[in-house]
């Protein structure tokens, strides 16, 4: 499926592919009261060339384990996102 995106710095649209987007994972294994919980990382580089501005964003999300699968954990609810640069 394909995903338009907005640049926040000079509003074009394109649609969004690997080559602009980079994605990390961070997964929390520490014990505590509310569960494991994932946070993904997403840079995104606006392709125009007179732009090529850098966004950054953040979701924290909620992991649950499947017995019925593979045991594997798997990302469930999106408790928050963050737009951190631009910061709007
Ligand atoms: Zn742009």
Redesign the pocket.
Do not use: D, L
């Given at each position: 499926m394909e995903e338009t995106w907005t640049?926040?710095?000079?509003?074009?649209t394109s649609v969004l592919d690997d080559a602009m987007m980079q994605k990390d994972t961070s997964e929390l294994h520490l014990e505590n009261s509310e569960g494991m919980k994932e946070l993904v990382t997403v840079w995104t580089v606006?392709?125009?060339e007179?732009?090529?501005?850098v966004s950054l964003s953040c979701y924290l999300y909620e992991i649950i384990l499947d017995p019925s699968d593979t045991g594997f954990p798997k990302r469930d609810r999106l408790i928050r996102k963050w737009n951190l640069v631009p910061g709007y």
């Open positions: 640049c926040p710095f000079c509003n074009a606006c392709p125009y007179n732009c090529r501005r």
